[in-house]
């Protein structure tokens, strides 16, 4: 019986219902963004952006970007199942999803999304997926800007009622009809002239811990 679910959840009919039920749900909630400018003007400009939250965090956004759509974005997610349910909504939202992380799949998966970055000049990052720990930002991103030139800006959601699920990131869900907040933050910009690698990415991390719901 459980294999049978297992293999339902992961068809194609299945990640279509996902799909729509993310979006009804979504739709239930008063919805607010901020600071979008941030990266919009910095696009407009012809910079390189690559947006990032964490783990936590994803799920708020994921109808607002479809309205990045438009923008051909790139997004990097595990070969996992959990992976594979993801990626289908992820595609039906219009975002390119290079498969694989640090534990399987990573470099062909970074390589591939280090050039879509480079030919579509945005993309995103999800900081401390797919298996955490919570809060610790992984290098990848740092390699990805630095590769292709890209700013950094982090992105955080924020929910005036939510439910924090007990796994590893405390995701994040929020409650039906509740305020939800999407705030960007100030551009992070990579110095690969007077920082280490490992300073970078522990400056990043000092920047976007205080958007983390512990």
């Given amino acids: ?22 979006r009804i749900y979504s739709k239930t909630f008063r919805f607010n963004v901020e600071n979008e400018q ?12 690559i947006i990032c939250t964490w783990h936590q965090q994803f799920f708020s ?12 974005p790139g997004l990097m997610i595990s070969q996992s199942r959990d992976g594979d349910l993801i990626s289908g909504v992820a595609n039906r939202t219009g975002w390119h999803t290079p498969r694989g992380s640090s534990s399987r799949g990573g470099r062909p998966a970074m390589d591939a999304m280090i050039d879509h970055i480079r030919e579509h000049r945005f993309g995103a990052h999800i900081l401390d997926g ?11 991103i740092i390699k990805m800007a630095l590769d292709t030139n890209a700013v950094i800006v982090p992105f955080y959601t924020e929910a005036d009622d939510a439910w ?10 929020p409650r039906p009809f509740s305020k939800v907040t999407l705030r960007f933050d100030s551009p992070f910009y990579p110095d690969r002239e007077t920082l ?19």
């Fill in 61 to 72: 956004a994921i109808r607002h970007f479809k309205t990045y759509a438009n923008l051909n």
């Fill in 164 to 173: 924090f699920f007990n796994s590893w990131d405390r995701f994040m869900l």
């Fill in 38 to 49: 941030n990266f919009r003007h910095l696009l407009a400009k012809g910079k390189t952006v």
């Fill in 130 to 140: 797919p298996r955490g720990p919570i809060g610790k930002i992984k290098p990848g």
């Fill in 196 to 214: 280490s690698f490992e300073d970078q990415r522990q400056k990043l991390e000092e920047k976007m811990t205080p958007g983390l719901h512990l």
């Fill in 1 to 22: 019986m459980l294999k049978r679910l297992k293999f339902i959840i992961y068809t194609r009919a299945f990640i279509f219902f996902a799909y729509y039920l993310i």
